[in-house]
């Protein structure tokens, strides 16, 4: 599932230049993540960079919305980094 950044997001900024698929932006508020583009940061880290980044704990959650799973993660991944090479 992708992530989601809750109200109680300060914007801080910490978390947009951390992202590996530049899923994050501003939004009309706080800070806001394109499901689209999120794949908790497989193919990349092992845990989610913008929820090692964030100094406010538990602001950055698993979208309830947006469920999928390893696998659709990696697929996804691979569509945004490697569509060219498939």
């Given at each position: 599932m992708a992530l989601l950044?809750?109200?109680k997001c300060i914007n801080c900024d910490?978390?947009?230049p951390e992202c590996p698929n530049e899923?994050?932006?501003m939004?009309?508020?706080i800070y806001e993540i394109?499901?689209?583009r999120c794949t908790e940061c497989v193919g990349h880290y092992d845990t989610p960079t913008c929820q090692k980044v964030c100094p406010i704990p538990n602001t950055i959650i698993k979208d309830p919305a947006h469920i999928?799973?390893?696998e659709q993660l990696w697929d996804k991944f691979v569509l945004l980094h490697h569509a060219?090479?498939?």
């Amino acid at each position: 599932m992708a992530l989601l950044i809750t109200k109680k997001c300060i914007n801080c900024d910490m978390c947009e230049p951390e992202c590996p698929n530049e899923a994050i932006s501003m939004g009309d508020a706080i800070y806001e993540i394109n499901t689209d583009r999120c794949t908790e940061c497989v193919g990349h880290y092992d845990t989610p960079t913008c929820q090692k980044v964030c100094p406010i704990p538990n602001t950055i959650i698993k979208d309830p919305a947006h469920i999928e799973n390893n696998e659709q993660l990696w697929d996804k991944f691979v569509l945004l980094h490697h569509a060219d090479k498939i």
